[in-house]
């Protein structure tokens, strides 16, 4: 599980993000994604993949498209 935290107090921006590859009984790779305000619950989605390499570069492609955003890894 990767998670990143975007805290910019000038803007009172206090945010979460956390990706994380699991693999179900069937062997379906899914890549759950989670975001939202820090202390809070947030949402939650779910993408599923033929393999998990799959799923593992979207996570990747996902984790680096956010760093640009100016999240941080917790």
């Given at each position: 599980m990767i998670t990143l935290h975007?805290?910019?107090p000038e803007t009172?921006?206090?945010?979460?993000y956390t990706v994380d590859v699991v693999t179900?009984?069937?062997g379906v790779?899914?890549?759950v994604k989670s975001w939202g305000r820090i202390g809070t619950r947030g949402q939650q989605m779910l993408h599923s993949y033929?393999?998990?390499?799959k799923a593992r570069?979207?996570?990747e492609s996902l984790v680096r498209r956010k760093l640009k955003k100016g999240y941080l890894s917790a």
């Open positions: 975007c805290i910019r009172n921006a206090r945010r979460y179900d009984l069937f790779a899914t890549l033929e393999t998990g390499d570069n979207a996570m």
